[in-house]
Nanobody, 123 residues
Framework: QDQLVESGGGSVQAGGSLRLSCAASGYTYSSYCLAWFRQPPGKEREGVSAISSGGQTTDADSVKGRFVASKDNAKNILYLQMNRLKPEDTAMYYC?????????????????WGQGTQVTVSS
């Protein structure tokens, strides 16, 4: 069974940086679109950044210029480099796989999910 495991979350002050990782087992990153989502407390899950099989990224407006998704196909690891973090970036962050087409930042278009990693940004 495919498994996705996120890591790298934590607490940071506004303006700081974090790098999230998502390791996969039973799933090959090289051939598929993958994505990062987040769910702030009391809010719906929202798309953050998606990366295609060819490495092209699609970013939410709220993170453009600050967050960068990348992947290491050889290691089957997906990354999210988060810079200039803001308190509103506080959320549980999830990686997603098995994209079914359509909007790359819509959570309903993905089948497999990790358990999430918490990011907390203080002002």
């Amino acid at each position: 069974q495919d498994q996705l495991v996120e890591s790298g979350g934590g607490s940071v002050q506004a303006g700081g940086s974090l790098r999230l990782s998502c390791a996969a087992s039973g799933y090959t990153y090289s051939s598929y679109c993958l994505a990062w989502f987040r769910q702030p407390p009391g809010k719906e899950r929202e798309g953050v950044s998606a990366i295609s099989s060819g490495g092209q990224t699609t970013d939410a407006d709220s993170v453009k210029g600050r967050f960068v998704a990348s992947k290491d196909n050889a290691k089957n690891i997906l990354y999210l480099q988060m810079n200039r973090l803001k308190p509103e970036d506080t959320a549980m962050y999830y990686c997603a796989a098995h994209y079914r087409g359509g909007d790359r930042l819509r959570f309903s278009q993905y089948t497999y999910w990790g358990q999430g990693t918490q990011v907390t940004v203080s002002s």
